[in-house]
């Protein structure tokens, strides 16, 4: 019924950049994320956007990604630069089912992507 599809994962090297995309077919009006998962370890939260565009990153993430979103085109993107090799991940684009709110746990949201991969070599 509801889908959104990621795009844009691949490899870079360290200290290059990559840009994530994230079509949605969820209301534009709600919180949405991106979760990121590598092998062994928790999902973990990377950056949100609300629907009027209010920003929060993680700590590893602020000064380096930028997520933004156009609520026209039910889009959402993150631009990561300066990437490390422990970014190495697959990125998750995800929804809140509320808008306005911004939340960390991914227990919270509750649309999710299939997840593209982001590898960085060193």
């Known amino acids: 019924q509801v889908r959104l599809v990621e795009s844009g994962g691949g490899l870079a090297q360290a200290g290059g950049s990559l840009r994530l995309s994230c079509a949605a077919s969820v209301r534009t009006m709600y919180t949405m994320g991106w979760f990121r998962q590598a092998p062994g370890k928790e999902r973990e939260f990377v950056a949100a956007i609300t629907w009027t565009g209010r920003n929060t990153y993680s700590d590893s993430a602020e000064g380096r990604f930028t997520i933004s979103r156009d609520n026209a085109k039910n889009t959402v993107d993150l631009q990561m630069n300066g990437l490390k090799p422990e970014d190495t991940a697959v990125y998750y684009c995800?929804?809140?089912?509320?808008?306005?709110?911004?939340?960390?746990?991914?227990?919270?949201?509750?649309?999710w992507g299939q997840g593209t991969q982001v590898t960085v070599s060193s």
């Open positions: 995800s929804s809140m089912i509320r808008s306005g709110s911004v939340s960390l746990t991914a227990s919270d949201y509750y649309y």
